[in-house]
């Protein structure tokens, strides 16, 4: 039997950097599994869309997709757009069916991967003692999301870190240069700033510009394409395909 096509839905951005990020990431996917067809779709300012993927891969004969959200919490995108999108298909797609994926986040991936880019941009493990850290993530609305990034906040806490505070690029405060500003008041020294975004453009710009601005001493890069946000997306296309999963299915 044939696995059910991996379709990875990325928002999308006017910079370029984004979608080569999010191409380089499921590059890396194929690599870890060979035998599975990964595709990409954008919700926007990107091609090709959702819905045209969705058409081609039905054209192709395809019988099932899941669909995973390349978000890292649970928040509009996901609960909302995402659903929306793939419902809006339905009239013309009588015969794919679609499982929705989880979010990304949390996972203990998640933080591998932060740790990752922290070494690389020259944080090691016995620095943690004397740097604070600032959880920069892009920002939202819903509580939930909030909630969650709070929550990685503190788990932080407990690997070391003399510090930790979250920060968000929007919708959220506080504000990544204020957070960084917080840190030196409580009498730390060093700061690193971790963005947790999966890809480069405006808010993980606003996150490197609130981090400059500030002093911080310490500017990791996104996660991009590490091979823990890799495997995390095959945990999830895994995941949804267990008898326990609610297929959103198109065209029932």
């Known amino acids: 039997m044939t ?3 991996l379709l990875v839905i990325a ?12 191409h380089a990431l499921t590059a890396r996917v194929r690599a870890l599994r060979p035998g599975l067809r990964v595709e990409t779709g954008f919700l926007d300012f990107n091609a090709p869309s959702v819905p045209r993927v969705l058409e081609r891969l039905a054209a192709e004969g395809t019988d099932e997709v899941v669909a995973l959200p390349l978000l890292l919490t649970r ?34 991936l ?10 690389e941009a020259g944080v090691r493990p016995g620095d943690r003692g004397s740097t604070g850290l600032v959880l920069a993530s892009a920002g939202s609305t819903d509580p939930e999301a909030i909630a969650v990034i709070a929550e990685i906040a503190r788990e932080l ?12 690029a929007s919708a959220s405060l506080p504000r990544t240069g204020d957070a960084v500003r917080a840190l030196r008041a409580e009498g730390v020294r060093r700061v690193a700033v971790a963005p947790y975004v999966i890809a480069p453009g405006r808010l993980p710009d ?13 500017l990791a890069g ?22 326990a999963a609610r297929p959103v299915s198109i065209g029932a």
């Open 206 to 218: 606003r996150i490197a510009a609130g981090a400059a601005e500030a002093g911080a001493e310490v």
């Open 222 to 243: 996104v996660l991009g394409p590490s091979p823990e946000l890799a495997r995390l997306l095959l945990d999830r296309y895994d995941e949804s395909l267990v008898p």
């Open 157 to 168: 806490r407990h690997t070391g870190w003399c510090s930790v505070r979250p920060a968000f």
């Open 11 to 22: 928002h999308g951005s006017r910079d370029a950097r984004h979608a080569a990020t999010v």
């Open 75 to 108: 928040a509009f995108h996901a609960k909302s757009d995402i659903p929306a999108v793939l419902r809006e298909a339905r009239a013309g797609l009588p015969r794919l069916r679609v499982r929705q994926a989880e979010v990304l986040g949390p996972s203990p």
């Open 3 to 5: 696995s059910p096509v």
């Open 110 to 119: 998640l933080n591998a991967a932060l740790e990752r880019r922290l070494h």
